[in-house]
């Protein structure tokens, strides 16, 4: 009987996880590709990262040291806007 039940509340547990699982973002770019963006208009150290529902926003530094900020479309993955520290 034992041997019936742990596999059974296993099934069931995974049944539970799967539709969690199989949730899709849609389209949304990832965070390492929001980076990827970033890095490639200059930023090399990433102090900050965070997700605001419809862009990404990743803070850090440039090659001089001066702090720049990236707003990255979650959709399309185009840069939305560069503010930097002068």
Do not use: K
Request: charged share 20%.
């Amino acid at each position: 009987m034992r041997s019936f039940i742990i596999p059974a509340i296993t099934a069931l547990a995974i049944g539970a996880a799967t539709p969690a699982m199989a949730y899709d973002s849609g389209s949304q770019i990832s965070m390492e590709a929001a980076l990827d963006v970033a890095t490639s208009i200059g930023v090399v150290t990433v102090s900050n990262t965070q997700f605001l529902g419809d862009e990404w926003q990743v803070e850090g530094r440039d090659r001089s040291g001066r702090w720049m900020e990236v707003y990255v479309d979650s959709r399309t993955g185009e840069v939305r806007n560069v503010d930097r520290g002068w």
